[in-house]
């Protein structure tokens, strides 16, 4: 069930920035990433659905009622930012019951809430700490159990893990949909990054310049992007031109390439080639011999830059127990059919 609806939302800026008709839903409990590079909309898009700026056109509607003018007091979301906004002066516990304190709720209640929102977070045992003595990972967690305490029906985050380190963003791009799934809450996060979005979202909401360009859960939008600026977006910029010429064929500068069956679409004239599409043999479909220009040691693979004899460029992943040749040798790849995508091209 929806808890959450956007009907053709609509918003326009004296400078010429646009928000053009956003339409998308977000399910009970689930949650919805939205991705794009910055000053594509993903904030002006967050603070419309909690009221703090408002529409030139269109519904925000929860449960199917509209809310769209509703003050952001009375719509009972939770906004959390990447700067968490914790109060210096009050302990864990004091910054946690914040809200509710706000809310009018008794102490009995207040405190039961203050050590479920902790627990939550792995924060128990924090409850008198003074906030200036944590860590960013620690003050991360204190400001999103701040969040779910007053047990909102819609949880909203703005770059949750945008003012962290990497080991500590890492840590939390694992740990933070465990915890949010686990307090049952509905949630929109806001993010930049592809990592993020896809270890963090059930389904993301991508975004270009006001509008959105594809919707799908992350495994959808890897294998099969809705065009080439998609694609390269998420970091996939082997495309090559392609041209259809029989069922599962193609022709493309590395000549005749056999792709995966029912992805021949006429629409289709850039082939995508995912970088773990190659492997390091001489048999298998679609053969192609290259030289090795550039190859570097990422930790969980190699990359490895290739160049055909006509001059294209291609990057590929291997697993760190392949033994990827030097630089300057000549090898042969075989790509997988499964690996190869027909993608509109766009700007």
């Known amino acids: 069930m929806a808890i959450l609806q956007l009907d ?8 010429g920035w646009t928000l053009t008709d956003v339409s998308f839903t977000v399910e009970k409990g689930e949650i919805v990433g939205l991705l794009g590079p910055s ?28 809310i769209t003018d509703l003050p952001p007091h009375r719509r009972g979301f ?21 809200g509710l304190r706000m809310k009018g709720l008794d102490r009995g209640l207040i405190r039961e809430r203050v050590l479920e929102s902790l627990s939550l977070v792995g924060m128990q045992g924090f409850e008198g700490r003074d906030v200036s003595q944590l860590s960013g990972g620690e003050r991360q967690r204190v400001a999103l159990a701040r969040s779910l305490a007053p047990q909102p029906r819609l949880l909203m985050l703005d770059e949750p893990l945008g003012a962290l380190d990497r080991a500590l963003r890492e840590r939390l791009m694992h740990e933070l949909p465990q915890i949010l ?12 990054d592809q990592e993020e ?34 694609a390269r977006f998420l970091g996939l910029t082997n495309l090559i031109d392609a041209r259809v010429v029989g069922s599962g064929e193609v022709e493309t500068p590395l000549g005749r390439l056999e792709i995966a069956d029912g992805d021949t679409r006429p629409a ?43 001059g294209l460029e291609l990057t590929f992943n291997f697993f760190p127990q392949v033994d990827v040749p030097p630089v300057g040798e000549t090898l042969t790849l075989s790509l997988d059919p499964r690996g190869l995508s027909l993608l509109q091209k766009s700007d």
Not at 181 to 192: E, N, R, Y
């Open 268 to 310: 289709g004239n850039q082939l995508l080639i995912r970088p773990e599409a190659a492997r390091l043999e001489d048999q298998g479909p679609n053969r192609v011999e290259l030289i090795v220009v550039a190859r570097s040691f990422r930790g969980g693979y190699y990359q490895l830059d290739v160049r055909h004899r006509n």
């Open 39 to 66: 000053g594509c909309g993903k904030t002006t898009l967050l603070r419309l659905i909690a009221g703090l700026e408002s529409a030139d056109s269109g519904r925000v509607l929860v449960d199917g009622r509209d």
């Open 181 to 192: 799934h686990q307090a049952g809450v509905t949630v929109i996060t806001v993010t930049h």
């Open 197 to 230: 979005a896809f270890a963090i979202a059930d389904r993301v909401v991508l975004m270009r310049a006001g509008e959105v360009v594809q919707i799908g859960m992350p495994e959808e939008l890897y294998r099969r992007p809705a065009s080439t600026w998609v």
């Open 78 to 98: 939770g906004l959390m930012f990447q700067e968490y906004a914790l109060f210096p002066h009050k302990d864990v516990k004091d910054n946690v019951a914040f």
């Open 8 to 15: 053709r939302i609509h918003k326009s800026y004296p400078d």
